[in-house]
């Protein structure tokens, strides 16, 4: 259940580009809904908690347990979804508060542009 996406700022020029691990630009493009729900099946648990439902019904036939786990692991994976949008943007919000306050800051002295890029990592 994690996300994880660099933020790359470069000091000069003052752009924003979001990559994912493997350094593709996400380009300010969202994912569906239904896929970042489904990424949520990456995590361990829930392919634990699905083997489980799996191995009740094989073993004791009963689908009640086996309901109650699959939900278990639907309501995990909204929480999931739910607190990766939550961080997200509050860590954009963030980052243009902080952008406003460089870009303000920028304004008086622009020695401190000509630097190295700064890199963020968001989980």
């Known amino acids: ?32 809904g239904w896929q970042a729900f489904l ?17 009740n019904v094989i073993v004791t036939g009963d689908w009640s347990t086996t309901l109650i786990i699959l939900a278990a692991t639907v309501f995990n994976a909204l929480m999931g979804v739910r607190q990766e949008s939550k961080f997200e943007e509050d860590t954009l919000a963030a980052l243009g508060k902080a952008m406003t306050s460089a870009s303000e800051a920028g304004a008086v002295g622009r020695a401190e542009a000509e630097g190295p890029e700064i890199e963020v990592w968001m989980r």
């Open 1 to 32: 259940m994690t996300l994880h996406n660099s933020l790359v700022t470069a000091r000069s020029s003052g752009s924003v580009t979001a990559r994912s691990p493997g350094g593709t630009a996400r380009n300010g493009k969202s994912e569906p």
């Open 39 to 55: 990424r949520q099946y990456n995590d361990f648990l829930q392919l634990v908690l699905l083997a489980a439902a799996a191995a």
